[in-house]
């Protein structure tokens, strides 16, 4: 009977159905939360808002029922909290159900409320992917990042040396300075900056050097690695969901390498008999 009930709400977990209609309680609930910031605080609450608090609790209810029946539907109860995401999702549900009526504390379990919005990255499984894989590349974004910012404090000590004396505000020390160097790489009224210390009586005509050598290493050179880190490990997690969501489906990696392999065992045989020759 229980494993007839557990197979029952495994089927309900993985319908599709009912992940489109958490995916649309979960966007309701992002437009309830939208929906509270209209509501003046020095004003006293309308019939509309109380309707909201309504509903943010009917959302809660589902979100604490949509939980519920993912945990009875594993199998194994302790392997449904090994999953982050499983964790994550019941530590929301579970403070968004505790009443909260002070005003300070308010505002605080609004706040929380707004973390539910993030349950549609545990929901899709694309979000989760996505996420999974900037996670992963922090590691080799570190490095960029470090190298990145060695060529930052060099152009800043740099820039700091050369123009101050020009506008002490974009370029009085190193920390205002990269601050500064930030405005160029982002492009923001960049040109302005350059023209100004290449019109200046104490700048130079050729500063434009500067700041297209800074342009080029930070904003074309090292943002293109970043980019590239992020897609390659991208396309990892997008074969490993795909090996998940598709077991039975043979590995394209595996069959070139068993297709290597026979070719190397024919191209072996052939030349053996060729060594040997026809026997007489």
């Known amino acids: 009977m229980l494993e007839a009930w557990q197979q029952r709400l495994e089927q309900l977990k993985s319908n599709k159905l009912f992940e489109l209609l958490v995916v649309g309680i979960i966007i309701f609930s992002a437009l309830l939360i939208g929906a509270h910031t209209y509501q003046d605080q020095d004003d006293p609450p309308l019939?509309?808002?109380?309707?909201?608090?309504?509903?943010?609790?009917?959302?809660?209810?589902?979100?604490?029922?949509?939980?519920?029946?993912?945990?009875?539907?594993?199998?194994?109860?302790?392997?449904?909290?090994?999953?982050g995401?499983?964790?994550?999702?019941?530590?929301?549900?579970?403070?968004?159900?505790?009443?909260?009526?002070?005003?300070?504390?308010?505002?605080?379990?609004?706040?929380?409320?707004?973390?539910?919005?993030?349950?549609?990255?545990?929901?899709?499984?694309?979000?989760?992917?996505?996420?999974?894989?900037?996670?992963?590349?922090?590691?080799?974004?570190?490095?960029?990042?470090?190298?990145?910012?060695?060529?930052?404090?060099?152009?800043?000590?740099?820039?700091?040396?050369?123009?101050?004396?020009?506008?002490?505000?974009?370029?009085?020390?190193?920390?205002?300075?990269?601050?500064?160097?930030?405005r160029v790489m982002t492009f923001e009224d960049w040109t302005d900056v350059m023209y100004e210390t290449m019109e200046h009586p104490d700048g130079s005509p050729f500063a434009w050097i500067y700041y297209l050598s800074f342009i080029f290493f930070t904003t074309f050179a090292f943002l293109n690695m970043v980019i590239g880190i992020v897609v390659n490990v991208m396309e990892d997690e997008r074969k490993k969901l795909h090996a998940e969501e598709h077991p039975n489906e043979p590995n394209l990696t595996d069959l070139q390498q068993e297709i290597r392999e026979l070719k190397a065992l024919i191209t072996a045989s052939a030349t053996s008999n060729s060594q040997h020759g026809p026997q007489r």
């Open 85 to 182: 995401w499983n964790v994550f999702d019941t530590l929301i549900v579970a403070i968004s159900l505790i009443p909260i009526n002070d005003a300070e504390m308010a505002v605080l379990g609004r706040l929380i409320r707004i973390f539910r919005v993030l349950r549609m990255i545990s929901i899709i499984p694309e979000l989760r992917m996505l996420l999974n894989s900037l996670l992963k590349a922090l590691p080799q974004l570190g490095y960029v990042m470090l190298l990145m910012f060695i060529i930052f404090y060099i152009y800043a000590a740099v820039g700091s040396t050369l123009f101050e004396s020009i506008n002490a505000q974009l370029w009085g020390n190193v920390s205002i300075a990269m601050l500064t160097l930030f």
């Open 47 to 83: 019939q509309g808002i109380q309707w909201l608090e309504i509903l943010d609790w009917g959302v809660t209810l589902f979100f604490l029922l949509e939980i519920t029946i993912r945990f009875l539907a594993e199998k194994n109860k302790i392997d449904f909290f090994k999953n």
